[in-house]
């Protein structure tokens, strides 16, 4: 997917067998998205982060499926617990 969308960036957390590293414990990951969602500004490069926080810090995100509401499948939803 990332080959095929000319500009985009990709942000890999190291060691995480998950396709979302949004929260996952990474202040390296979570600054690119955030600086992303924010104002739109990409890395420089595809970026390779570690992880850095405690486990506890990194479970405050919780994913959670729902059926769609439009009965097309799945929808998923970020949940920060403070």
């Known amino acids: 997917m990332h080959r ?3 500009g985009s960036r990709l942000v890999t957390l190291k060691n995480a067998f998950q396709h979302g590293v949004y929260f996952a414990g990474s ?3 979570d600054s690119a998205v955030n600086r992303y969602l924010l ?3 990409l890395p420089a490069t595809n970026l390779t982060c570690t992880r850095d ?3 506890a810090a ?3 995100a919780v ?4 059926p ?3 009965g097309s499948g799945e929808r998923h939803r970020l949940r ?3």
Request: proline share 4%; glycine share 4%.
């Open 4 to 6: 095929s969308l000319t």
């Open 27 to 29: 202040a390296c990951a």
């Open 39 to 41: 104002d739109g500004t």
């Open 53 to 55: 926080r405690t486990t």
């Open 58 to 60: 990194a479970s405050r």
């Open 63 to 66: 994913w959670s499926t729902a």
């Open 68 to 70: 769609s509401s439009a």
């Open 80 to 82: 920060v617990i403070p």
